[in-house]
């Protein structure tokens, strides 16, 4: 199954991981451990994804078929960047396909 991958530099990683994973629970199974700060994303049929706060950084991968990675990617992409407005957050998905991901960011300048 294809992958895509993002590290969006934060100082705020675990806060905007749990932000992130309550939303998106909202219509999608997620789990989110403060202790480890590793969380998980289950999208209906199509695909999953994991959410890890490091220091500096939330690593943030999606796992689809074609068809739905593009999709994946913006949905989490797209309410990180909102939540983030204030800290200018942009994503920038790298897929193990070679092929090149989408970049969301605050366009409101």
Do not use: C
């Amino acid at each position: 199954m294809p992958r895509s991958e993002a590290r969006v530099a934060t100082d705020r990683p675990h806060r905007y991981a749990k932000q992130l994973a309550s939303h998106l629970g909202r219509r999608s199974e997620t789990s989110w451990d403060e202790e480890t700060g590793v969380g998980r994303l289950v999208f209906q049929n199509e695909g999953t994804g994991s959410l890890t706060a490091t220091e500096g950084a939330l690593l943030l991968a999606v796992e689809s078929d074609a068809e739905h990675l593009a999709i994946l990617e913006d949905v989490v992409g797209r309410h990180l960047v909102r939540f983030g407005t204030k800290d200018e957050l942009v994503v920038e998905w790298h897929r193990d396909t070679g092929e090149p991901g989408t970049t969301q960011r605050n366009d409101s300048d």
